[in-house]
């Protein structure tokens, strides 16, 4: 379900993203010549996402992939994103359950805008803020080590960071990032145990760059 959330979002947003990249722009004429100028074209990118955020304030590993699209200093994008591992509290208690190893997991999926705040050849610089969709699952083990689901709670996730990506090659970059992710849910207690900040490195592929000369290598080939 968070796959198809994704993947309708992407549709969604970046055809209505990239529509305002092909416009054609009507410069005043000049000595009888009329010009016209195509503005900037989006450009698709696709990382991995390798986290680290807290549940109850203990790191945990938290893993994700986006798809985006860049026109100029903007980005749209959707993301998916989870827990590489249940987070696990060793003797503690669930609702009447006392004594027991409580297992926490949880995933999201969402919508994100991005502004560039540097944008050169090697570097790049933004704020992404974004809102997602997704849930919270509890649950324990019993004496003979089967998880025993207790909850799910529904949950909105926002949250606002701030990135360094850098271009190793024209089509691959790699970055770190931090920020503070907070948790709206119907459950208080979801919303302490999830809202917190979280860092993370991520690499990545420029699709749009490799599209871009890989169309380029064709035309000159086959002399276009």
Partial sequence: MRGALALLLFWVAVPAFAQLDHRP????ETEGVR????????R?????DFRRTFVNAEAVRFYGFRLGAQRNKDIIAVGIYGLGDPYVQENSTLGPHTNVDVVTDFDFAGISYERLLIDTKRWQIGVPIGIALG?????YRDANDKLVPYSVNELVPIELS?????NIFYWLFAGVGGGYRYVLAADRD????????NYYFKVGLRVGELIKRARKEFHKENGA
């Fill in 35 to 42: 010009i016209t100028e195509r503005k900037a074209g989006f």
């Fill in 135 to 139: 849930n919270l699952r509890r649950g």
């Fill in 25 to 28: 722009v009507l410069l005043p």
């Fill in 190 to 197: 979801a919303t302490i145990t999830l809202s917190d900040w």
């Fill in 44 to 48: 698709v990118i696709f990382n991995f």
């Fill in 162 to 166: 701030l990135h360094t990506d850098y």
